[in-house]
């Protein structure tokens, strides 16, 4: 009887195996339909809400940056990542960046799995900004190695930048997250208000009111220890930079013009013709000479002195004020042992340190009360 029933058993429990195969096979079909359906749900936008942007496309709306901490996906990437950073940044807000994840390495599966790290990266990188931000302006204004003291003007303002950097807390920092699907790449950008950061105010004062528009030129006498281009790009750069402190308004974007010998001995003429073209505005000349001479003292047996002589003119051609400033600086060799590209460089930081002391006195501010 034992042997008999074996058969039987073993057709009843292939014809469960049947069923219980094409059961399983039905919970699959099931469960993928589920997923199937979940990705037609939850497709994405072929132009990301990152992309918003205003009338330029090289600007982004603020407003929408700053609206909330965003965490965005697409096929795309976004515009702030492949062209351009919202405008403010730099400005009103400090910024940074971060990226991680490659199709290679999948560091970045999902949108969520790199967040954490990007937000500290980015942060990361708004110090590092803040901490260098000056140092484009340090380019143009660290043309001396030294001063008459000895003291490395380059390195203490590049100390002095880091600090100022180091000091500033990261507060309310606001992030933007995209995930960028086809790379498996989180992209992030921090936003922070910049706290020193202050909105011009167009209300001008009555003495403000007065001030007329100025009109930069620059004349040099024929030295040819003057290196013309060299001297033209510092002046454009400190002269503005010590105006705009004194909240005086430069014409032509504070460019200033060079004037040959001939220009500056028809100077009724100049102003004149400025007259036609700016109504009510001043001519600013300033006007460089100097020597290197020798000096008593064997440390420094010879010394550089620059004249910086400012002068108003008025729309009828007449100096309505004027102002010399003598900028001195010493050398650690003898007139006659120094050679050209010496004598050339020497004048270059003597008038770099002229530009310190004025703007450090206000030599500049005696114009606008003279009006």
């Known amino acids: ?40 749900k939850e497709q994405f936008p072929k132009t990301s809400l990152l992309d918003k942007a205003s009338d330029n496309d090289s600007q982004i709306d603020i407003q929408f940056v700053l609206s909330k901490d965003i965490l965005e996906e697409g096929n795309e990437e976004p515009i702030w ?9 730099g400005k009103e807000y400090y910024c940074g960046r971060a ?7 999948d560091e970045c599966p999902n949108k969520f799995s790199c967040i954490k790290n990007n937000e500290l990266v980015s942060k990361t990188d708004m110090l590092y900004r803040i901490e260098t931000r000056i140092k484009a302006i340090q380019k143009d204004r660290a043309y001396s190695e030294r001063d008459n003291d000895g003291e490395n003007v380059y390195s203490q303002y590049e100390e002095l930048t880091r600090a100022k950097g180091a000091a500033v807390a990261l507060k309310g920092v606001l992030f933007r997250h995209y995930y960028w699907h086809p790379e498996k790449v989180l992209l992030t950008l921090a936003m922070m208000k910049n706290p ?38 510092i002046t454009n750069v400190r002269l503005k930079e010590i105006l705009d ?11 200033i013009h060079p004037y040959s010998m001939e220009e500056v001995s028809s100077i009724d003429e100049q102003v004149k013709l400025i007259a ?9 000349l300033l006007s460089l000479t100097g020597n290197i001479m020798k000096n008593s003292g064997d ?14 003119y008025s729309p009828e051609g007449q100096i309505i004020w004027k102002k010399t400033y003598e900028a001195k600086r010493l050398n650690t060799k003898k007139v006659s042992k120094l050679n050209t590209s010496e004598k050339k460089r020497s004048f270059i930081k003597t008038l770099e340190k002229g530009f310190n002391e004025i703007k450090k006195k206000g030599i500049l501010s005696g114009l606008k009360s003279s009006l």
Do not use: R, W
């Open 196 to 233: 020193k950061y202050k909105i011009k105010s167009d209300v001008k004062t009555k003495a403000d009111k007065k001030i007329p528009n100025l009109y930069l030129a620059l004349s040099l006498d024929n030295n040819d220890n003057f290196v013309p281009n060299e001297v033209t790009e």
């Open 245 to 255: 402190k004194h909240s005086y308004i430069t014409l032509n974007q504070g460019k």
């Open 1 to 40: 009887m034992i042997k008999k029933l074996g058969p039987q058993i073993s057709i009843c429990h292939g014809l469960l195996l049947i069923v219980f195969v094409f059961f399983f096979q039905g919970c699959i079909g099931t469960i993928e339909e589920k997923i199937i359906n979940e990705i037609k």
């Open 276 to 284: 036609k073209q700016f109504p009510d505005s001043l001519l600013l």
């Open 99 to 105: 990226n991680a994840g490659s199709l290679s390495n």
């Open 299 to 312: 440390m420094f047996p010879s010394i550089t002195i620059l004249y910086m002589s400012f002068s108003a």
């Open 81 to 89: 990542s492949v062209k351009v950073e919202p405008k403010e940044c």
